[in-house]
């Protein structure tokens, strides 16, 4: 069946510095991939999502390449922030069928100042 | 802003015990999906439903099992509750194959 493996965790960077959470998938057809971020406390917010190979995903300065030759799906930002630790969840969801969601385990990321 | 809301916050029960969840859908969304999303884990698909029908069933016992009204508004039950079923219940609700959008969850405890 389809699975997403992500980087394990936990991440500790110092403000500003580059952040990179690897993401990899393993899916029949063509899936559409996301990535999800869980402040403390709160439920799933979309971070970015990219529906097709080679499609970018941005957003609040994150961005993620869909790249079917490796079936990964990278988050990067150049400069982050205290305020972006937070979990960050990548995700598939199917080509068709019901439109569940298969997340990987989470990377939880702390930004000290 | 999501628009999607789960009662109650948190929830207390005993083993053996059953419990039911709800969850108000965004206006305009006829699709919600149930999650389980286990302490330091991803969140495992339950089940959905499209138009008050499921719609797709994850590896969940039918100890677990729900409704969707015509408001598209949605109940998550569970029977016999385990301690392993403690855990963060997310609710979300889409429009047909458009992206899913989270309500904050209910914290369940089984002691």
């Known amino acids: 069946g389809d699975s997403v493996t992500q980087m394990e965790g936990p991440v500790t960077l110092s403000e500003e510095a580059f952040l990179t959470i690897n993401c990899t998938y393993t899916?029949?057809?063509?899936?559409?991939l996301f990535w999800y971020v869980q402040y403390p406390g709160e439920g799933l917010q979309l971070l970015l999502k990219?529906?097709?190979?080679?499609d970018k995903g941005s957003n609040k300065g994150f961005e993620a390449t869909y790249r079917k030759e490796t079936t990964s799906f990278h988050l990067e930002k150049g400069s982050v922030q205290v305020s972006d630790s937070a979990v960050y969840f990548c995700?598939?969801?199917?080509?068709?069928?019901?439109?569940?969601?298969?997340f990987g385990q989470g990377t939880r990321l702390t930004i000290n100042p | 802003e999501t628009g999607v809301t789960q009662s109650p916050t948190h929830l207390i029960k005993t083993r053996g015990q059953q419990v039911t969840l709800r969850c108000s859908s965004q206006?305009?969304?006829?699709?919600v999906s149930w999650y389980q999303q286990a302490l330091g884990q991803g969140p495992q698909f339950i089940f959905q439903?499209?138009?008050?029908?499921?719609?797709g069933r994850g590896n969940f016992p039918p100890r677990f099992s729900g409704l969707q009204f015509p408001n598209y508004s949605s109940e998550l039950n569970v029977n016999a509750l385990e301690l392993d079923d403690s855990a963060l219940y997310l609710c979300?609700?889409?429009?047909?194959?458009?992206?899913?959008?989270f309500g904050p969850g209910t914290r369940l405890t089984v002691t």
């Open positions: 979300a609700s889409t429009f047909d194959e458009r992206e899913q959008y």
């Open positions: 899916a029949t057809g063509y899936p559409s």
């Open positions: 990219a529906t097709k190979a080679d």
């Open positions: 995700a598939l969801k199917g080509f068709q069928g019901a439109q569940k969601l298969v």
């Open positions: 206006s305009g969304h006829n699709t």
């Open positions: 439903y499209y138009r008050e029908e499921e719609n």
